[in-house]
């Protein structure tokens, strides 16, 4: 038998992550639907205990388990989100919502198909500004922390202003702080090193007038939990908040490895960074909505501080259905 089990929840993450929970993480989603009141979820856990399920049982559920096939409509659709490395599961709730709409999906050809796809999709993309006055950014190493960092605060001085202090915390890599302590200097802005928990504290309360205050953190794998730990420690301030920098090119399973092992410090958004480096960011856009973790930016490029792009939902959308960059203006 197999045992197909349904998840109802206000949110989609919601749902998927009650799915992982009963089924693991390799349940396989048969169907999602959303409804007045969230999504419903269909799933079951992928593979049988070969113990329990002997030979014909198996076979039998390789065919009750194959995946259902795209409406022929919203196939080509589908073949560019999957090309784009959007995941099946956010696929088929795309084409689940476009069955409630006046969308033809039995017969390709509807005109109407992509944008409204696109204006489904653009509903689940979680964006998010990071606006808090005390920021961390973390992540796993040679993301774009720093280059990040850079970047938000040129943006913080010259477009918003604002009074920005820099504390690195990365006392890892000296060139990278002499780097950014002479950036520092050309926005005119202070920078501080801290080397322990204290000296940030501090570094904190000495820019108690600050209108932000950007700290830089020393990169860590996902599976370095102690260090991870530490940071988390050494974050415990009144008022500080992180972002985290995921690269756009990791895989789906990587970085919900990375998301997981940096829940503790509770991230309200992330940076989505090397945009430019890969051509199937769809991957990692595909956790920010299972997750719903806002994204904030989008880096696109090595140049401090213009290759950084505050994040559109309805741009990231277009792009990931493969519809022209001027259509996203018409999915609103
Ligand atoms: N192509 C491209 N390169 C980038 C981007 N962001 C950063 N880089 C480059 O990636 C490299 C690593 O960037 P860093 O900012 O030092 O990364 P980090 O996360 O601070 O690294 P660690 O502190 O060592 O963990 C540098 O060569 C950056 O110029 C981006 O959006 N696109
Ligand atoms: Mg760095």
Not at 23 to 28: E, P, S, V, W, Y
Not at 129 to 136: K, T, V
Not at 144 to 172: F, M, N, P
Not at 213 to 224: E, K, S, Y
Request: hydrophobic content about 45%; glycine content about 8%; some cysteine.
């Amino acid at each position: 038998m197999v045992h197909l089990k349904r998840f109802e929840a206000p949110s989609l993450a919601e749902a998927l992550r009650s799915v992982e929970k009963e089924c693991g993480r390799d349940a396989l989603v048969i169907d999602t639907k959303s409804t007045r009141s969230g999504y419903v979820v269909v799933a079951t856990a992928q593979q049988p205990q070969p113990d329990q399920q002997p030979g014909p049982v198996r076979r039998r559920i390789g065919q009750v388990l194959a995946p259902r096939r795209w409406t022929p409509a919203f196939h080509e659709i589908a073949q560019a989100g999957t090309t784009f490395g959007l995941s099946s599961r956010i696929l088929r709730v795309i084409e689940n919502a476009l069955l409630g709409t006046r969308v033809n999906l039995n017969t390709p050809g509807d005109p109407s198909l992509p944008t409204t796809a696109a204006r489904v999709l653009k509903a689940l993309v979680p964006c998010g500004e990071l606006d808090q006055r005390i920021l961390a950014l973390v992540g796993p190493t040679g993301v774009g922390k720093t280059t990040s960092l850079a970047k938000l605060a040129a943006r913080a001085v010259r477009t918003r202003h604002e009074s920005v202090a820099i504390v690195s915390l990365d006392t890892y890599r000296v060139a990278a702080v002499e780097q950014m302590r002479a950036f520092s200097e050309m926005l005119g802005i202070p920078f501080t090193v801290a080397f322990t928990p204290l000296d940030l504290r501090r570094a904190v309360a000495e820019h108690a007038t600050a209108d932000r205050i950007l700290i830089d953190t020393t990169g860590r794998g996902p599976f370095d939990t102690d260090a991870i730990a530490s940071l988390a420690g050494a974050l415990e301030i009144d008022g500080m908040h992180t972002a985290l920098c995921l690269q756009a090119g990791q895989r789906y399973r990587d970085a919900a490895a990375t998301l997981d092992a940096f829940a503790g410090l509770e991230p309200m958004g992330m940076i989505i960074t090397k945009w430019d480096e890969t051509t199937a960011p769809g991957e990692v856009l595909s956790l920010a909505i299972e997750r719903e973790l806002p994204i904030a930016f989008i880096t696109d490029g090595q140049e401090v501080p213009e290759a950084m792009i505050p994040a559109d939902p309805g741009v990231l959308a277009a792009a990931a259905l493969g519809l022209a960059e001027d259509t996203a203006e018409t999915i609103l």
